[in-house]
């Protein structure tokens, strides 16, 4: 069974920087997608970053340039390092998997259902 856990989230005010680690555990087949959401409260979970298995990466408008997702050499271990952090990044950060499939990684804009293994989430919060 799949297990993924989030660490590293915080506080901090506008303009710092805080990074984010996922670690999965269970993986059984040979190849999975990761990517970060978020949602904040009274709002819907929305794509961050993902990372495509050819390790190109692809970000939300909101985050280019000042967020960047990373990956361990086995795949096992996805971080996202956020910097210029803004108040309207504060949101429960999520980790999430799903196994690669012939299409592809889905991208940070795909419906999160498209997502099938997701951790408990890490909450970030940016003070003005």
């Known amino acids: 069974q799949v297990r993924l856990v989030e660490s590293g989230g915080g506080s901090v005010q506008a303009g710092g920087s805080l990074g984010l680690s996922c670690a999965a555990f269970g993986y059984t087949y040979s190849a999975y997608c990761m990517g970060w959401f978020r949602q904040a409260p009274g709002k819907d979970r929305e794509g961050v970053a993902t990372i495509d298995s050819d390790g190109s990466a692809a970000y939300a408008d909101s985050v280019k340039g000042r967020f960047t997702i990373s990956q361990n050499n086995a795949k096992t271990t996805l971080s996202l390092q956020m910097n210029s952090l803004k108040p309207e990044d504060t949101a429960m950060y999520y980790c999430?998997?799903?196994?690669?499939?012939?299409?592809?990684?889905?991208?940070?804009?795909?419906?999160?259902?498209?997502?099938?293994?997701w951790g408990q989430g890490t909450q970030v919060t940016v003070s003005s």
């Open positions: 999430a998997a799903v196994i690669l499939g012939p299409g592809g990684c889905p991208p940070y804009s795909t419906h999160t259902a498209n997502y099938h293994f």
